[in-house]
């Protein structure tokens, strides 16, 4: 069993910068691919970024090159660091871990979930 906690959201400019945590429980944390989604009101789940347990990283057209995605398996936390933040960035940002690497970008393909975070982008 993991259990996820996102924190780090906020109210932030255009252009400016926000960095998720995702603290995970659970002693397995290095053998799990981790990955952020996010859902704006009236919107499906989308993927974001996802990183494996040996550190490949994989990211949505939408953020790449502004969004980074980090893990840090000693604190078993996964980082989010978005810079460069747009109005169509606002959301609720979702933590989320499976047991498998390579790319996965449906949700339906993560097994832990973690009760998300508001970022909201003013223009």
């Known amino acids: 069993q993991v259990q996820l906690v996102e924190s780090g959201g906020g109210l932030v400019q255009a252009g400016g910068s926000l960095r998720l945590s995702c603290a995970a429980s659970?002693?397995?944390?290095?053998?799990?691919?981790m990955g952020w989604f996010r859902q704006a009101p009236g919107k499906e789940r989308e993927f974001v970024a996802r990183?494996?347990?040996?550190?490949?990283?994989y990211y949505a057209d939408s953020v790449k090159g502004r969004f980074t995605i980090s893990r840090d398996n000693a604190k078993i936390t996964v980082y989010l660091q978005m810079n460069s933040l747009k109005p169509e960035d606002t959301a609720v940002y979702y933590c989320a871990a499976d047991r498998y690497g390579g790319s996965r970008f449906s949700a339906i393909e993560y097994d832990y979930w973690g009760q998300g975070t508001q970022v909201t982008v003013s223009s």
């Open positions: 659970g002693r397995t944390f290095g053998g799990y691919a």
């Open positions: 990183i494996t347990w040996n550190s490949n990283t």
